[in-house]
């Protein structure tokens, strides 16, 4: 009979680590990719350089995503690139200029512009794109907010990051911060963000952050993710080099 009871009591004991351990961390990265900004939407960009707390560029882009892989990006201010744009078709990424019909590839982790986010942070909002889960956790932050942390890895060379650590609110699904690792395996740079705005149905309508570079002292670009707005669909002609030659203006 003891040894019955003991048998109970280590079971209950030991409950609680069995069931975290059965979380579905694909169901949360990809709950959490779709929280955030949905598979099929537009929405504007905003870019604001700061170089040791003084603002040096800022940049604004009319975006469109259709599903996985297929994102396209118009230049719309400052008028000094208007007639620029940049469109990601799989795992191609092209920058068009059009005062001088310049269409060419670029990598995934060029920096945007000269803000500290890469291409593939304009051009791809879903992590489990480009990522697969090497583990994750509950945790608590230390201001008692709770949390999954994911470390994630690239799953295929076209990946601008070796590892991103991401931290979502176990509520909201929504990111609270993430952390990008070179394939030097140097943190390199940081996200936090700072606001989210959502609709009365709870879909995100602007999300406010910074993107910090750790490798350079005093360089962060402020990002806002605005007027989020879910569309059924868009022309699949939308995603390709010929629209993006004949429509930036």
């Excluded at 700061?50 to 297929?70: D, F, H, I, P």
Aim: proline residues 2%.
């Amino acid at each position: 009979m003891k040894t019955k009871k003991a048998f109970i009591l280590i079971f209950l004991l030991t409950v609680p680590f069995i069931f975290g351990q059965n979380t579905n961390w694909n169901k949360v990265l990809l709950d959490s990719d779709l929280r955030f900004i949905p598979e099929v939407s537009e929405f504007t960009i905003t870019i604001e350089n700061y170089v040791s707390g003084t603002k040096a560029q800022w940049y604004e882009l009319k975006c469109y995503m259709n599903g996985r892989g297929k994102y396209l990006a118009i230049y719309t201010n400052p008028n000094l690139l208007l007639g620029q744009g940049t469109l990601r078709n799989g795992n191609t990424i092209y920058y068009y200029v059009k005062k001088v019909d310049r269409m060419t590839q670029i990598a995934a982790e060029s920096n945007f512009e000269q803000s500290t986010l890469s291409q593939e942070d304009i051009l791809n909002t879903m992590l489990s794109t480009n990522y697969a889960i090497a583990d994750g956790q509950s945790v608590k932050l230390d201001s008692g907010q709770q949390c999954y942390r994911m470390n994630l890895v690239s799953n295929n060379k076209n990946a601008a990051y070796a590892k991103i650590t991401a931290y979502i609110d176990a509520e909201t699904l929504l990111p609270i911060k993430r952390e990008y690792y070179s394939r030097a395996g140097l943190l390199c740079r940081e996200m936090v963000v700072k606001e989210i705005q959502t609709t009365p149905s709870g879909q995100v309508s602007l999300v406010n952050f910074d993107f910090i570079d750790r490798l350079t002292a005093g360089k962060t670009s402020a990002v806002t993710f605005s007027g989020i707005v879910k569309r059924e669909s868009f022309p699949s002609s939308w995603f390709t080099v010929n629209y993006l030659r004949s429509n930036v203006r």
